[in-house]
Structure formats: structure tokens, C-alpha cells
Nanobody
Framework: QVQLVESGGGLVQAGGSLRLSCAAS????????MGWFRQAPGKEREFVAA????????RYADSVKGRFTISRDNAKSTVYLQMNSLKPEDTAVYYC???????????????????WGQGTQVTVSS
């Protein structure tokens, strides 16, 4: 079992920044991916960013490239999402997730992620 603890959500004005964090605990894996998804009211959950341990590589959704940065502390099994230049359309519940498979490039499909956090609300006001 893997447990995920998220923090860092909140309310900010457009153009501001937030830093989300997610710490994983429980069983360990030889390789895995930690990622972020988000879901706005009335919309499907969508991929945001992910970081794979096997390939030490990152992947971003086009909508956040250049604004968001994902980083990882493998020793603490923690992933961070630095969000800059926030826009009202970034408003959503952000979910941390873990894909336990061995991948050299992160998957953007939520079907590959077996473990999920409870989500943290990010609200960007105009």
C-alpha cells in the first residue's frame, strides 16, 4: 500500500505562484513515477506533470509548459510542483499520484497511476 500526503494548495491572484508537495509512504518500489493531475468542476481529470525515477525524466502538459516545474526528492519519496504565472484557468483540485511501473519516460494516462492522494484545492482569482 502507498499513502500520499499533499500540501500547498490555496487561493492566489492571477500571476501569482504556489508550490505543491506530495510525500509518499508505505511499500517501496524499485522504480516508479510520481505525477500530478488536476480536475476542474464539471471537467475530466487531466494530466499536468510527472517525474519518473527510472529515466530521471519529466513530462508536462502543453498547457503548463514554461510555467510549472516538477521536481523530486527520491530520498524522501516526495514530489513538488512549482506553479508560476498562475491563470484563472488553472483553478482545479490537484491530485498527486503514483505509477508503480518501470518507465523511462512518464505516462500521461491516469490509467497507469494506481495510487492517488485526496487532492488539494488551487484557486486562482482574476
Amino acid at each position: 500500500q502507498v499513502q500520499l500526503v499533499e500540501s500547498g494548495g490555496g487561493l492566489v491572484q492571477a500571476g501569482g505562484s504556489l508550490r505543491l508537495s506530495c510525500a509518499a509512504s508505505g511499500r517501496t518500489f524499485s522504480s516508479y513515477t510520481m505525477g500530478w493531475f488536476r480536475q476542474a468542476p464539471g471537467k475530466e481529470r487531466e494530466f499536468v506533470a510527472a517525474f519518473s525515477s527510472s529515466g530521471r525524466s519529466t513530462r508536462y502538459a502543453d498547457s503548463v509548459k514554461g510555467r510549472f516545474t516538477i521536481s523530486r526528492d527520491n530520498a524522501k519519496s516526495t514530489v513538488y510542483l512549482q506553479m508560476n504565472s498562475l491563470k484563472p484557468e488553472d483553478t482545479a483540485v490537484y491530485y498527486c499520484a503514483v505509477d508503480p511501473g518501470t518507465r523511462y519516460y512518464p505516462s500521461a494516462s491516469e490509467k497507469m497511476y494506481e495510487y492517488w492522494g485526496q487532492g488539494t484545492q488551487v484557486t486562482v482569482s482574476s
